[in-house]
């Protein structure tokens, strides 16, 4: 007798599924974790299927990785030589735990309110990454635990921003990687829609915290965002941004703040419709940025070794010049947990370098921005009128940037949000 096929999982789901992520402001303390738990309660009794990913609690990251170069200068100042950059396969053995702790916390919150739920490292839940450490990409997501704890009628709560590599070592996504675990579990899952929520109900024409009269955008297109998030707008991670685009994920910015079930704003990420220009503009600021300029030698070897580098120790090249052997780089450092031991040997590798630090980079995103010299004229004459001198101004499609001193980069974003966004 033939049995009948097992019915694949689409097939029995008949719940829509959410993905919420809740970053660290939102599950500082107990307190506000209690908060999430009773928003999760909610979502689950209105009728979907929930997956949560935290991130690690408050400012979790940031101190273990203080503990990391604390543990690398007590062995410089032993004498021992070695690594003065903490090995970043341990750096990720170490930060994941933060995200752990958080998801077994909002576990044991969520249970204690009457709901089934289950925790899961990002291993566990079949995040695959590439065996970068520190700043790995996921390349696969197999989501089969999740899929059959919730047929079982569970709550999953995922740990964000970690995963394991294929060679089965434990990753990290880089920082702010958790808004990435959301995103991509969200289009692996198929979900209805992605939620994060943040401590700001979604994202402005600048960063509230700097620009007091930056305004709330209801609605906003992948390809501005992935441009705001690359160029230091930290609301979501490019990567996730990225994914979002790529697999078509309906994003929602939220505060976890706001009431549970109440009035709230909200920032929808989405794709243009068929004809729409993206309209939206803003201001962003990358508060580490590096200006490098040295000579080439005779036969081309120290860009390409640099670029090397400088890409395996976390920083990202924003701009790239080449004039006869001059070479100029505009770099950021704000994803690199630590490059002293790759400024030494570029200080070996390239002729003649110049490296200025505490620099800042201000861009405008939004279109028409390489439409003749108009813009980049306005960008000077507004960061003139505030006594901010621009190193170096740069100007794509989608962005108009300048270096400046890092501590003048308020009243930088400041004028140009004036001149630009109004
Ligand atoms: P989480 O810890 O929840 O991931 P983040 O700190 O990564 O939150 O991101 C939220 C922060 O992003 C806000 O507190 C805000 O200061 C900052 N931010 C920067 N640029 C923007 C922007 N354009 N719109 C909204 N928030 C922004
Ligand atoms: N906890 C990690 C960080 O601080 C990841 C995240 O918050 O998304 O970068
Ligand atoms: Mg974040």
């Not at 719940?15 to 506000?32: F, H």
């Not at 053995?93 to 752990?100: A, N, Q």
Request: with cysteine; net charge neutral.
């Amino acid at each position: 007798m033939l049995l009948p096929e097992p019915k694949s999982e689409s097939e029995t789901r008949t719940r829509p599924i959410v993905v919420q992520k809740y970053g660290g402001s939102s599950v500082a303390d107990v307190e506000k974790l209690g908060s999430v738990a009773d928003r999760v309660v909610a979502t689950r009794r209105a009728g979907y299927d929930v997956v949560v990913v935290v991130s690690a609690m408050g400012k979790t990251t940031d101190a273990l990785l203080e503990l990391a170069h604390q543990a690398c200068r007590a062995s410089a100042s032993g004498g021992t030589p070695g690594a003065i950059e903490p090995p970043r396969r341990e750096l990720d053995m170490l930060v994941s735990t933060g995200e752990r702790v958080a998801m077994a916390l909002l576990s044991i919150a969520i249970q204690a309110r009457g709901l089934s739920a289950i925790s899961f490292t990002g291993s566990q839940c079949g995040i695959i990454t590439n065996d970068r450490h520190f700043d790995a990409r996921i390349i696969e997501v197999r989501p089969h635990r999740i899929e059959d704890e919730l047929a079982r009628g569970m709550v999953v709560i995922v740990a964000g921003y970690q995963g394991m590599s294929y060679k089965r070592e434990i990753t990290t996504l880089g920082r702010g990687g958790s808004d990435t675990t959301a995103v991509a579990l969200a289009a692996a899952l198929q979900a209805e829609r992605c939620e994060i929520y943040s401590d700001v109900d979604g994202v402005y024409s600048a960063d509230p915290r700097a620009v007091p009269d930056a305004h709330h955008l209801p609605e906003l297109d992948y390809a501005t965002l992935q441009h705001m998030a690359e160029s230091g707008a930290k609301v979501l991670c490019a990567q996730a941004v990225e994914w979002a685009r790529r697999a078509g994920v309906a994003v929602y910015a939220r505060s976890s703040f706001d009431p549970v079930g109440g009035p709230a704003r909200e920032t929808l990420v989405r794709k243009l419709g068929p004809g729409e220009e993206p309209r939206a503009r803003a201001v962003t600021a990358d508060r580490a940025v590096v200006l490098a300029r040295f000579r080439e030698d005779a036969g081309g070897r120290a860009l390409p070794a640099a670029i090397e580098k400088i890409a395996r120790a976390g920083l990202r090249v924003v701009h790239l010049r080449q004039a006869g052997d001059a070479v100029e780089l505009v770099l950021s450092a704000s994803a690199a947990p630590d490059w002293s031991e790759t400024r030494a040997e570029l200080g070996k590798l390239c002729r003649e370098l110049a490296l200025e630090e505490g620099l800042g980079l201000v861009s405008v995103v939004g279109g028409g921005m390489a439409d003749g010299p108009e813009p980049l004229r306005r960008l000077r004459r507004a960061l003139g009128h505030a006594a901010v001198e621009p190193r170096l101004c740069l100007a794509s499609a989608l962005c108009a940037s300048a270096v400046v001193d890092a501590a003048r980069l308020v009243e930088a974003q400041r004028a140009l949000h004036a001149e630009f966004v109004g």
